[in-house]
């Protein structure tokens, strides 16, 4: 396999220096196809390079983004089917949600108590310094309304489990971490869609209501249904047959919605209506998921590559629908979001010690305010059908946040392991 890899290395070495010639000699015919093949072949490659494994899921972030440039219309529609279609994008993105719920515990929230301080200050931070750093960020670049929106929303959004990723390796606090990401995940239907309103409210129409009901059905409702299955895993037979007994009533709601109910989802009422249909179709799935799980535990680790391949599609479809925009105001973006994302760790670290806290959970927090979500970024950006301006940010600044979160983490490991070697060398 190893063996394999290094071939690729090679092959997207040679078929970098082929791109860079057609690139030269206008040859489009050329430096189309060679760049995907550079890029696939280098995300496969760097499994060779130990150091680098750590970067291919960047790698094939980078990859999509190369086949939306290269190839916009094959990733806008497949024959009859849009691919940027709302209830499309739903579906996926609460698939990326609920493979990333397999990963999380209700025993994540039991930490509160004990980690109740830096929680405050992780949120206060995340939910502060990202979106007025967005928002000040679309003043000094003047970028266009709703590309500009987006850099708001995606510093709007919570973290992702990609922070938790990144405290581990870094050895800092992660249990901090963990509980920071669960308890943002958890507000951001309120927080996300407020923030929007106010930062974002005079670059393009932000319905709060409509945005709130959004975010639970992207984030809430599959991050539930895969906690439900979390709950069931050590659940008594009493409290198994209580959850079972809700699925069946969650069925018949659901039947009774589609052959019963006409729902207006403009009204109030409908969109109530409509949201309690999602909540049981949660409690469905966790009971539909967990049973599968009982009999192929593996299953939960190929969540994530199923969470990694959503992010993927949103990557490639949201480059080929802003391909015009990215060619534009492309390196403009990827300054914001190096400065976005920088700003993040910088104030993050620094407030967290201001407020007290040690070194490493203030490690922590850092990675809490500088990482977002921007899977969800994409799913909100997608549900208001503008994947294509308002979803531009997201598709620029994951890539970035993976690859400074990797660097990040490593260089906060090996000055941790400096400082407990001094320590110790200190008490012997």
């Known amino acids: 396999m190893k063996q394999g890899n290094k071939i690729l290395l090679l092959v997207a070495g040679i078929s970098a220096m082929i791109v860079l010639i057609a690139v030269v000699l206008n040859k489009s015919s050329l430096y189309q196809p060679f760049s995907i093949l550079t890029a696939v072949s280098l995300a496969i ?102 590309i500009a929106a987006g850099i708001i929303l995606i510093g709007s959004c919570s973290s992702g489990l990609a922070s938790n990723v990144m405290v581990y390796l870094a050895r800092a606090n992660l249990v901090l971490s963990v509980i920071v990401t669960a308890m943002a995940t958890m507000i951001a239907p309120l927080l996300t869609p407020l923030l929007m309103k106010l930062l974002a409210g005079t670059l393009i129409e932000v319905k709060f209501m409509d945005m709130m009901i959004d975010i639970v059905k992207i984030v809430l409702v599959p991050i539930g249904a895969a906690l439900l299955h979390d709950y069931l895993k050590t659940a008594n037979p009493n409290k198994r047959k209580i959850v079972f007994t809700a699925g069946l009533i969650s069925i018949a709601w659901i039947a009774m919605l589609v052959l019963v109910f006409t729902v207006n989802t ?78 993040g760790y910088f104030f993050g670290y620094w407030l967290s010690r201001f407020f007290g806290m040690d070194k490493n959970s203030s490690r922590t927090i850092a990675f809490e305010v500088g990482l977002q979500n921007g899977g969800m970024a994409s799913g909100i950006a997608g549900s208001m059908g503008k994947l294509g301006t308002v979803g531009l940010a997201a598709a620029v600044f994951s890539p970035w946040m993976n690859i400074s979160g990797s660097i990040l983490a490593n260089y906060w490991r090996r000055k941790s392991e400096k400082e407990e070697k001094n320590v110790s060398n200190k008490t012997t």
């Open 45 to 146: 490659g760097l499994g060779a390079v130990e150091s680098l494994k750590g970067y291919r899921y960047t790698a094939w972030i980078i990859a999509a983004v190369v086949a939306g440039m290269m190839y916009p219309q094959a990733f806008t529609k497949w024959g009859d089917v849009n691919l940027r279609d709302k209830t499309l994008i739903l579906v996926i993105i609460q698939l990326v949600m609920f493979g990333m719920g397999t990963h999380m515990s209700l025993k994540d929230f039991s930490g509160m108590a004990s980690t109740g301080k830096g929680v405050l200050i992780g949120l206060f931070c995340h939910f502060s310094i990202m979106p007025l750093m967005g928002l000040l960020l679309t003043k000094v670049f003047h970028f266009e309304p709703e």
């Open 266 to 343: 403009s009204l109030p009422s409908g969109q109530s209506l409509t949201l309690s249909g999602f909540f049981a179709g949660a409690v469905i799935a966790g009971i539909l998921y967990h049973l599968i799980w009982q009999q192929f535990p593996k299953i939960d680790k190929i969540m994530p590559l199923i969470s990694m391949f959503g992010i993927i599609y949103f990557t490639t479809v949201t480059t080929a629908a802003g391909r015009e925009n990215l060619l534009k105001v492309g390196f403009l973006l990827f300054i914001a979001s190096v400065i976005h994302n920088a700003a």
